[in-house]
């Protein structure tokens, strides 16, 4: 064993120290050279948003919805016929009247501040994993957004859409199920994915679809039932007003 005196010991110690930062550092300093000279140096990644089309990045609904938007069946007293969908702007809740003054109620998302809206509209078109087309006027507002995403997971509409006549506003998914309960979109009504495809196999074509107005606080109707296999068969009233009078 060799011993080193305490002094020669600190200065043997320390020469050791920086000549194990000088080697790290020519490393770093050669692979970063070789890494130009091939050009693929190193490129940051950035975390998974919510236009992400990478599946992984797609929250699992449950785990982000609390107890209260989870789809169930409730008392909800109304003069709709069934099959009418009644949106419930300020608790943000979606009904679909089965009759006999009983729904099943979904939570959903609605427009944020300056951008809720009121009105009767009818369900104009159905898609499945729909493309996403951002209108003009939302491009203008948010420069930043792609001009066209294809269906998928990571798409904003999520896993159905459902159109609302000839308006802008669509019924639909999200790949972030976190919004649901809170007022986030541009006017658009969405429900988790498990949500959607639920309600896009319950209404057609032609279903009408009620819209109330933020202002107005509505009763709030309770349950605990989940809801029970089997379709009911939508209404088909419908009544279509233009978009200049919904927004």
């Not at 169930?72 to 109304?78: F, G, I, K, L």
């Not at 979109?185 to 279903?207: E, M, P, Q, W, Y």
């Not at 009763?219 to 419908?238: H, I, L, N, S, Y």
């Amino acid at each position: 064993m060799i011993k080193l005196s305490s002094s020669n010991g600190r200065h043997s110690l320390h020469r050791l120290a920086m000549a194990t930062v000088v080697i790290a550092a020519c490393s770093m300093f050669a692979h970063q050279a070789s890494a130009q000279a091939l050009s693929y140096a190193a490129v940051p990644q950035e975390s998974a948003g919510p236009f992400s089309t990478d599946e992984t990045a797609v929250a699992p609904d449950d785990a982000a919805v609390p107890e209260r938007f989870k789809r169930t069946v409730v008392n909800y007293p109304t003069r709709e016929p069934a099959g009418t969908l009644i949106v419930d702007t300020p608790n943000t809740y979606l009904y679909y009247v089965l009759g006999q003054n009983r729904a099943i109620r979904y939570g959903v998302g609605v427009g944020r501040e300056g951008f809720t809206w009121a009105g009767v509209q009818t369900i104009s078109r159905k898609a499945e994993w729909p493309d996403w087309h951002p209108p003009a006027e939302m491009i203008a507002r948010q420069p930043y957004l792609p001009r066209f995403m294809a269906g998928g997971p990571g798409n904003p509409l999520g896993a159905r859409a459902m159109y609302l006549g000839s308006s802008d506003y669509r019924i639909h998914g999200t790949n972030d199920p976190s919004t649901i309960g809170k007022f986030v979109s541009s006017g658009c009504i969405r429900l988790t994915n498990d949500d959607v495809a639920d309600l896009f196999n319950r209404v057609g074509v032609g279903t009408k679809v009620v819209v109330l107005p933020k202002s107005e606080r509505r009763f709030e109707a309770r349950g605990t039932d989940r809801v029970a296999p089997g379709r009911e068969q939508p209404g088909r009233q419908a009544m279509n007003l233009p978009a200049s009078a919904l927004r």
